[in-house]
């Protein structure tokens, strides 16, 4: 067709299939492990764990993936590889076609080579032995559950209409790794069996990955009670007026900043167990599990253990964000408190200067009087010059032409003086 396709449409399309899951027949064994860079959030190094994929690979001639490949499952040795490259971490899946006699052998976790796990560019998230057998009558599966698992923590439950039983106590054993059982009737399918696999071990990783909100939260505790208390001393003095307002201005802004330091370090981490968890929800839910003999299910098992701990970080990330807008308000009000300050201090300094305006003008008021007199003093005198002449013509004393001058002189300097202002004005 004449048509030209965006460049993203294949690419986009291709990855909704990108992640198929395995197609498992009965028995298996699985070895999972799930590894996240040290240090910040989002520090890795892609090459570098590209690199530790190659290295395995290469030990069994596998071939290669693709330079930017997310994912990669193939054929190492007698033994299936699945590699899976994540937001914030990366997960190998070995599915072996045998069981070993010893239910959980450590040994079957030597697929991967000891020294090539020291060479991990990462920490372990979670590892998992999953064990995939026929299942037997429940009295014989009631007897592997009791021997394999700690009974107070196991969650069993059937799934898939009843297709399956899967099990698991979500504790770590002495080699330390997670343990699953998955027993499968005899209708159920491969592709069937791999989903339920897949989806344990997804359960696993991102409750695991969720739970590191947890310990960032226990991290903050103190930092967030200190602040609470200062944040409550401030807001307690701004009512009391027990300090002065520049010095509860710097208080909320050192108050502000430590908020805002502690939500941009917590943001990434908040978001990231809110998405994981959501995640655990879906793929408990989908195993659409049935009781197994009055044992608690998987479901049951999460509301009891892993709700609470989702609830404290949610708890934590509200308070955080309670305490944030706790300190903008007691800035508004602050800023509310100096402007009507700064209000009093200006209509205090105005009256001064209504005050101040009205000592000048009286004060200039004297000074005009005093300088009509000045004034009119010396115009007399001048005048004296100009009429003493005429004063003898007509046989007149010298004091009766000034007293007869100086009126005339003050009035018409008084008025001049008067016609300045008011042009002035």
Not at 174 to 196: D, E, L
Not at 294 to 306: D, K, P
Request: some cysteine.
């Amino acid at each position: 067709m004449p048509l030209e396709d965006h460049p993203l449409r294949y690419p986009l399309a291709n990855e909704l299939h990108a992640r198929p899951f395995p197609t498992l027949a009965t028995p298996c064994s699985v070895a999972f492990l799930a590894l996240k860079a040290p240090g910040t959030d989002t520090a890795r190094d892609k090459q570098a764990e590209r690199q530790h994929l190659l290295d395995l690979l290469d030990r069994h001639g596998a071939p290669h993936p693709q330079p930017d490949a997310t994912h990669w499952s193939g054929q190492i040795g007698r033994h299936m590889l699945k590699w899976e490259s994540h937001t914030e971490f990366v997960t190998f899946t070995i599915f072996t076609r045998t069981l070993s006699d010893r239910p959980f052998d450590p040994a079957e976790f030597e697929v991967f080579p000891p020294d090539w796990l020291a060479k991990a560019p990462g920490q372990r998230v979670t590892s998992i032995l999953l064990r995939v057998e026929p299942g037997p009558e429940d009295d014989a599966i009631d007897d592997k559950l009791e021997s394999w698992f700690e009974g107070e923590s196991l969650a069993v439950a059937h799934v898939l209409e009843r297709e399956a039983i899967i099990a698991g106590d979500f504790r770590i054993d002495p080699a330390g790794h997670m343990r699953f059982a998955v027993f499968t009737g005899q209708q159920i399918g491969s592709r069937r069996v791999g989903r339920v696999v897949q989806r344990l071990c997804e359960i696993e990783t991102y409750k695991a990955m969720s739970m590191l909100g947890l310990a960032r939260v226990r991290r903050i505790a103190p930092c967030l009670h200190r602040i609470d208390d200062a944040l409550t001393g401030l807001i307690g003095a701004m009512r009391q007026d027990e300090t002065k307002s520049e010095d509860t201005l710097k208080g909320l802004l050192k108050v502000s900043a430590e908020l805002e330091d502690l939500a941009a370090r917590t943001a990434y981490r908040f978001a990231a167990t809110k998405a994981y968890e959501a995640i655990v929800r879906e793929r408990v839910e989908m195993l659409r599990e049935q009781r197994f003999r009055g044992r608690q299910t998987f479901t049951e098992f999460m509301m009891r253990r892993y709700e609470p701990a989702m609830r404290t970080v949610r708890a934590s990330e509200q308070r955080l964000g309670a305490m944030s807008d706790r300190a903008i308000r007691a800035g508004e009000l602050l800023r509310t408190r100096v402007d009507v300050e700064r209000s009093a201090q200006n209509q205090a300094l105005l009256a001064s200067m209504d005050r101040r305006a009205d000592a000048q003008l009286r004060l200039q008021e004297t000074v005009e009087g005093l300088s009509v007199v000045a004034i009119s003093y010396y115009a007399v005198s001048l005048a004296s010059y100009m009429l003493y002449p005429l004063a003898e013509s007509y046989h007149l004393s010298k004091g009766l032409v000034l007293a007869g001058v100086t009126p005339l002189v003050v009035v018409l300097v008084w008025l001049l003086v008067r016609r300045i202002r008011a042009r002035m004005h």
